[in-house]
C-alpha cells in the first residue's frame, strides 16, 4: 500500500476509533455505575409500577431521575434509546485499522521470524482464527461455566487470556501480539452486544409489545455480560497503547507482562464498582500502586553492554542506520515523523535509537531489514561514544 494513503487511512480509521471507543467505554462505565448506584423507589407509586431502583444525580448544570424497572413498564416508551452502534462502530474501525496497518504489511507489522516464521498468508489467517476462536470460547465458559458461578468463570477466563498471550508473543511480532490480545478481547465485547445484549432488549421490547411477561432469563444474561464487558474494558484500551512503549510489549516473558497488567486493570474497575455501590476497599489501589511499582523495576531494562572496544565514529554507524534503519524514518511518511536522514537527525535521536534498537530490540519492527546482534552492539558503542 501507499505509504501516504496508508497514513491517511490511520489517521481517518483512528479518530474514528477512538471517538466510537470513547462513547462506548462512556456509556459501559455510565450505566454500570448507574445501576450499582441504584437505591429503592421512595415513592409507593413507582414500586407497585414496578421500579427496582431510582438514581439521582447532578450534571450539566440540572438534576437527572434515572429509574430501573424489575422487568418493563406497562406501556411502551417513545422514544426508547438504544445503545449498540457505539460499540460496532468502534470494532469496525478497530478492525479496518488491524487490515489497513497489520495485514496489508504484514511483513513488516505481524511476521517476526525470530518469533515463528510464518509466511505473510499464515500469519493472517492465525490471527482470524485466534480471534474467532477467542468469541466460540468465552461464550461456550459463559454457557457452562458461567452459569455455575461468576468467579469460576472470572479464573478460568483469565487463564485463557493468559493463554491467548502466550500464543500470540509465540507467533507475532511483540508489537502485533498484544494487539492481538487486544483485538480478541474486543471481539469478545462487541460480539457480546450484537449476539446477546441487543437480541436480549429486542426480545423484552416484543413482549413489551405483545403485552406478556417478558422471560427474564436473556436480561440476566445480557446483565452478565454488559458486566464482563465493563470488566475488559480497561485491558482492551491498554493493547490499544501499549505499542508507544517498548519496554512493555518486547520485555521477557511480555504475555506475563500482559497477564499482570489485565488483572491489575480489572482490579481497578472492581475497586471503582465497588465505590459506586458504596464499599471502598482502599486496599485494591494500595496493592495496585505497589504493583505498578513492582512492575517498572522488573521492566527497567539493563545497561546494553557492548563487545565493541573504542571509540566509534559516526561514519562507521551511518551505513548501518541507513540500511537497517532509514527505509522506514525516511521520507514525509516516517513513523512518528522520526527521520533519520541525516547526521543531525540520527544524532538528535542517538538515546532512541539505542533504546528501540539496542535495548527493547523493538526496532526494526519484526527485525524486517535484518539488523544483526553485531550491528546492535556497534549502534550501542556510538552512543556511548557520543555521551562521553
Given at each position: 500500500?501507499?505509504?501516504?494513503?496508508?497514513?491517511?487511512?490511520?489517521?481517518?480509521?483512528?479518530?474514528?476509533?477512538?471517538?466510537?471507543?470513547?462513547?462506548?467505554?462512556?456509556?459501559?462505565?455510565?450505566?454500570?455505575?448507574?445501576?450499582?448506584?441504584?437505591?429503592?423507589?421512595?415513592?409507593?407509586?413507582?414500586?407497585?409500577?414496578?421500579?427496582?431502583?431510582?438514581?439521582?444525580?447532578?450534571?450539566?448544570?440540572?438534576?437527572?431521575?434515572?429509574?430501573?424497572?424489575?422487568?418493563?413498564?406497562?406501556?411502551?416508551?417513545?422514544?426508547?434509546?438504544?445503545?449498540?452502534?457505539?460499540?460496532?462502530?468502534?470494532?469496525?474501525?478497530?478492525?479496518?485499522?488491524?487490515?489497513?496497518?497489520?495485514?496489508?504489511?504484514?511483513?513488516?507489522?505481524?511476521?517476526?521470524?525470530?518469533?515463528?516464521?510464518?509466511?505473510?498468508?499464515?500469519?493472517?489467517?492465525?490471527?482470524?482464527?485466534?480471534?474467532?476462536?477467542?468469541?466460540?470460547?468465552?461464550?461456550?465458559?459463559?454457557?457452562?461455566?458461567?452459569?455455575?458461578?461468576?468467579?469460576?468463570?472470572?479464573?478460568?477466563?483469565?487463564?485463557?487470556?493468559?493463554?491467548?498471550?502466550?500464543?500470540?508473543?509465540?507467533?507475532?511480532?511483540?508489537?502485533?501480539?498484544?494487539?492481538?490480545?487486544?483485538?480478541?478481547?474486543?471481539?469478545?465485547?462487541?460480539?457480546?452486544?450484537?449476539?446477546?445484549?441487543?437480541?436480549?432488549?429486542?426480545?423484552?421490547?416484543?413482549?413489551?409489545?405483545?403485552?406478556?411477561?417478558?422471560?427474564?432469563?436473556?436480561?440476566?444474561?445480557?446483565?452478565?455480560?454488559?458486566?464482563?464487558?465493563?470488566?475488559?474494558?480497561?485491558?482492551?484500551?491498554?493493547?490499544?497503547?501499549?505499542?508507544?512503549?517498548?519496554?512493555?510489549?518486547?520485555?521477557?516473558?511480555?504475555?506475563?507482562?500482559?497477564?499482570?497488567?489485565?488483572?491489575?486493570?480489572?482490579?481497578?474497575?472492581?475497586?471503582?464498582?465497588?465505590?459506586?455501590?458504596?464499599?471502598?476497599?482502599?486496599?485494591?489501589?494500595?496493592?495496585?500502586?505497589?504493583?505498578?511499582?513492582?512492575?517498572?523495576?522488573?521492566?527497567?531494562?539493563?545497561?546494553?553492554?557492548?563487545?565493541?572496544?573504542?571509540?566509534?565514529?559516526?561514519?562507521?554507524?551511518?551505513?548501518?542506520?541507513?540500511?537497517?534503519?532509514?527505509?522506514?524514518?525516511?521520507?514525509?511518511?516516517?513513523?512518528?515523523?522520526?527521520?533519520?536522514?541525516?547526521?543531525?537527525?540520527?544524532?538528535?535521536?542517538?538515546?532512541?535509537?539505542?533504546?528501540?534498537?539496542?535495548?527493547?530490540?523493538?526496532?526494526?519492527?519484526?527485525?524486517?531489514?535484518?539488523?544483526?546482534d553485531e550491528e546492535r552492539e556497534l549502534v550501542a558503542a556510538w552512543v556511548a561514544s557520543t555521551t562521553?
Amino acid at each position: 500500500m501507499d505509504p501516504y494513503l496508508r497514513d491517511v487511512l490511520d489517521v481517518l480509521l483512528r479518530m474514528l476509533h477512538v471517538t466510537a471507543g470513547i462513547a462506548w467505554i462512556g456509556a459501559s462505565f455510565y450505566f454500570v455505575r448507574l445501576d450499582l448506584g441504584l437505591r429503592a423507589p421512595k415513592r409507593a407509586v413507582d414500586a407497585e409500577a414496578g421500579v427496582a431502583g431510582e438514581f439521582w444525580g447532578v450534571h450539566g448544570g440540572g438534576l437527572y431521575h434515572s429509574q430501573k424497572y424489575r422487568l418493563a413498564p406497562a406501556e411502551m416508551p417513545e422514544p426508547l434509546h438504544w445503545f449498540k452502534w457505539e460499540a460496532y462502530t468502534t470494532w469496525l474501525s478497530g478492525f479496518a485499522l488491524m487490515v489497513v496497518l497489520y495485514y496489508f504489511d504484514a511483513g513488516v507489522r505481524l511476521v517476526d521470524r525470530d518469533a515463528a516464521d510464518l509466511e505473510e498468508w499464515q500469519a493472517i489467517a492465525l490471527s482470524v482464527a485466534g480471534i474467532a476462536l477467542a468469541w466460540v470460547v468465552y461464550d461456550v465458559l459463559c454457557r457452562t461455566l458461567g452459569r455455575r458461578s461468576q468467579a469460576l468463570l472470572a479464573a478460568v477466563g483469565t487463564a485463557f487470556v493468559a493463554l491467548a498471550a502466550w500464543a500470540s508473543g509465540e507467533l507475532f511480532a511483540p508489537r502485533a501480539a498484544y494487539l492481538q490480545v487486544g483485538v480478541m478481547l474486543g471481539t469478545i465485547m462487541v460480539a457480546n452486544v450484537f449476539l446477546v445484549i441487543i437480541p436480549a432488549h429486542r426480545k423484552l421490547v416484543a413482549a413489551m409489545e405483545e403485552g406478556r411477561e417478558p422471560d427474564p432469563a436473556p436480561l440476566l444474561e445480557a446483565k452478565n455480560r454488559s458486566v464482563h464487558n465493563n470488566y475488559l474494558t480497561l485491558p482492551v484500551l491498554f493493547t490499544m497503547l501499549a505499542g508507544h512503549f517498548a519496554f512493555v510489549f518486547s520485555a521477557d516473558h511480555a504475555w506475563l507482562v500482559f497477564l499482570a497488567i489485565a488483572v491489575l486493570t480489572g482490579l481497578i474497575r472492581v475497586f471503582f464498582n465497588g465505590w459506586h455501590a458504596g464499599r471502598r476497599r482502599w486496599w485494591i489501589p494500595a496493592v495496585t500502586a505497589v504493583a505498578v511499582v513492582g512492575l517498572a523495576l522488573w521492566l527497567r531494562p539493563e545497561d546494553a553492554g557492548s563487545n565493541v572496544s573504542g571509540p566509534v565514529a559516526f561514519e562507521e554507524v551511518q551505513p548501518v542506520i541507513a540500511e537497517r534503519c532509514a527505509p522506514c524514518h525516511s521520507g514525509p511518511s516516517a513513523p512518528l515523523g522520526v527521520r533519520l536522514e541525516t547526521r543531525e537527525q540520527i544524532e538528535a535521536r542517538a538515546a532512541d535509537i539505542r533504546r528501540m534498537a539496542v535495548e527493547t530490540k523493538a526496532m526494526p519492527p519484526g527485525n524486517a531489514t535484518g539488523m544483526t546482534d553485531e550491528e546492535r552492539e556497534l549502534v550501542a558503542a556510538w552512543v556511548a561514544s557520543t555521551t562521553r
